[in-house]
């Protein structure tokens, strides 16, 4: 039998529970009309966040600043920080929502307590860049990282930029240390051994993007020796071919892994907590146009969905000295010029390993053999760290390169890691975009916001030891809406979002209900108490998060509110 909701009975049933079949009509003359539909989760708002890690003179994170203590520029403008928060690392509790259920005392009591997830880690290892030897190492370092366990409220998952051997969101010790164990270099992208000549994307960028005459002469040289070729003129060709071999190679490497990275991020922003992504990478070029776009999105995206990158480069101290066959085949000369590439490559794919980890406010981690104190690095978050929001005065939809300055004021000796820049959207975003955004926003957020008086209860009964039905209950205040006057009637929508995830943080389901209000003055003045959605799932037994969002379209006012409900 369904239990009733004694509390609700102030109104009437017909016009509180927006679920049964009398509210939903879309008649015009309706007051409360509903419409049903899975949520859609979209991250696009006009305005841009930027994460902030200030730390000391002895590299700890600093942790009473404000939001006067911050100056932020865009393209040189100093600009009003609209919106200023503080990620403290820590647990955040999910309180019980207040329920009544058909299972017994006894059932009750012997289900485990619910432990919300608060924390999520996800380590990409970068089996498509990485040597044999560098990737042991860092499996071997990353093992004994894991075997250290996790925290209750944390949850790691393991990721590769070949997609091969994953391993999603879990507690499981043993299930992440077994998925390390299974990475294995990708030669895909990546040739084994030596090449003649042996060039990189970098030096092969130089001979065929940048017309370098000298990067093409020193690899004919090389040609020349390894080819055992007579003349100059005869390798040059050779070397033009396989830079431009290598060139093709690389780009297509850089972009899959830029496409991984991008969907590392789209996962976590779907995890309700801390996120934090950590790339464990020897480096790799990203200097094209699409490359440096697909990084300005990266940036973007993981601000948005407030993911720090740390990045930790498993090559750790880098030497570009020649073994011994080598050096005798090469004059002093062509050594210098072959080493002066190498290094100047290592650099370059270094670059973007500093850019991700300072651009989100992370740690890199570099030139370094102790990958053992890496891995402790790069998998802790800072104590403390700051996103600061702003619209931009002047933002033209061109897709233009806004670059960010971050400052503290009165403050000295201080590091700063923020945001390096972003690129504006290339068309004006519009209403319905702006609220699915807001919507995501909150919904894989812990923050509970107030803007709206709202209550969450639950409701849920066994149909069968398998299964059980959940209802949750959202009870709205009406009176801090802004209503929209129009031919006599109180006009206004809203967004009422239900959302589960499992005990790892997984999204399990969810249900936009769409509430369309058309109230008289009389109806309005009469629902004092507000309304009651109700959204049903069918669920199996087990521990859930509940997220409660309801966005209002005339005031574009919010509320969130978080639960938890165990289901023997």
């Not at 990546?190 to 017309?211: F, I, M, S």
């Not at 009964?461 to 129009?486: E, H, M, N, P, Y």
């Not at 309304?531 to 799932?537: C, G, M, R, W, Y």
Request: aromatic share 6%.
């Amino acid at each position: 039998m369904r239990p009733e909701v004694s509390c609700l009975r102030c109104v009437p049933l017909a016009i509180l529970l927006l679920g049964f079949s009398a509210a939903r009509g879309q008649d015009s003359s309706a007051e409360l009309t509903q419409k049903d539909s899975a949520p859609t989760f979209q991250s696009k708002v006009n305005v841009v966040l930027v994460p902030v890690v200030v730390r000391d003179s002895h590299g700890r994170a600093i942790p009473d600043l404000t939001k006067d203590d911050f100056q932020l520029f865009d393209k040189g403008k100093l600009q009003t920080i609209a919106s200023f928060s503080i990620q403290k690392r820590g647990t955040i509790t999910v309180p019980a929502a207040s329920s009544s259920s058909t299972v017994t005392a006894a059932e009750a009591a012997a289900a485990p307590q619910v432990v919300a997830p608060d924390r999520y880690v996800a380590y990409l290892f970068d089996d498509l860049n990485v040597t044999a030897g560098d990737l042991m190492n860092a499996k071997k370092a990353a093992t004994a990282h894991m075997a250290k366990g996790l925290a209750a409220s944390n949850r790691a998952a393991i990721y590769t930029t070949s997609g091969r051997n994953s391993l999603d969101f879990t507690d499981d010790k043993q299930k992440l240390e077994d998925a390390i164990a299974k990475i294995q270099m990708q030669t895909l992208y990546q040739h084994v051994g030596r090449e003649c000549p042996d060039l990189t994307y970098y030096w092969a960028d130089l001979v065929v993007n940048k017309n370098d005459q000298q990067a093409l002469n020193v690899a004919a040289q090389e040609a020349m020796v390894c080819m055992n070729l007579p003349t100059l003129a005869m390798a040059q060709p050779m070397a033009q071919a396989a830079a431009q071999r290598e060139l093709s190679v690389g780009e297509q490497g850089t972009r899959v892994t830029l496409s991984v990275l991008k969907n590392a991020i789209r996962r976590m922003s779907a995890m309700p907590g801390q996120r934090l992504l950590v790339l464990a990478s020897p480096g790799f070029l990203a200097q094209t146009s699409e490359a440096i776009n697909d990084k300005a999105d990266i940036l973007d995206a993981a601000a948005r969905a407030n993911v720090m990158i740390n990045t930790l480069n498993v090559r750790g101290l880098f030497t570009t000295n020649m073994d011994a066959s080598q050096e005798g085949a090469y004059s002093p000369a062509m050594q210098q010029y072959i080493s002066q590439y190498f290094s100047a490559s290592a650099t370059a794919t270094e670059d973007v390993l500093a850019e991700l980890a300072e651009g989100t406010g992370g740690t890199f981690f570099h030139n370094n053999n102790d990958l053992n104190e890496g891995f402790a690095r790069v998998g802790a978050a800072p104590e403390v760290s700051y996103v600061l929001g702003f619209s931009p005065l002047v933002l033209k939809p061109d897709g233009s390169f806004h670059r960010l300055k971050v400052s503290v004021v009165n403050r000295k000796d201080m590091q700063i890691q923020a945001r390096r820049g972003y690129y504006a959207l290339k068309h004006a975003s519009n209403a319905e975009e702006d609220a699915k955004a807001d919507i995501h926003d909150a919904i894989f957020s812990r923050e509970e916001m107030h803007d709206i008086p709202l209550d969450l209860q639950t409701q849920f009964f066994k149909t069968d030891a398998t299964s059980a039905k959940l209802t949750i209950l959202a009870k709205v205040d009406l009176r801090r809406l802004r209503f929209k006057k129009l031919d006599g009637r109180n006009n206004d929508e809203l967004a009422v979002v239900s959302v589960l995830f499992d005990r790892n943080g997984n999204y399990v389901t969810g249900m936009t209900k769409t509430v369309t209000m058309k109230l008289r003055d009389e109806t309005l003045a009469r629902l004092t108490s507000g309304i009651t959605v109700k959204t049903s799932f069918d669920v199996k037994p087990g521990a859930y998060v509940v997220r409660l969002v309801v966005r209002d379209a005339e005031g574009q006012a919010m509320a969130a509110q978080n639960g938890a409900v165990e289901i023997p």
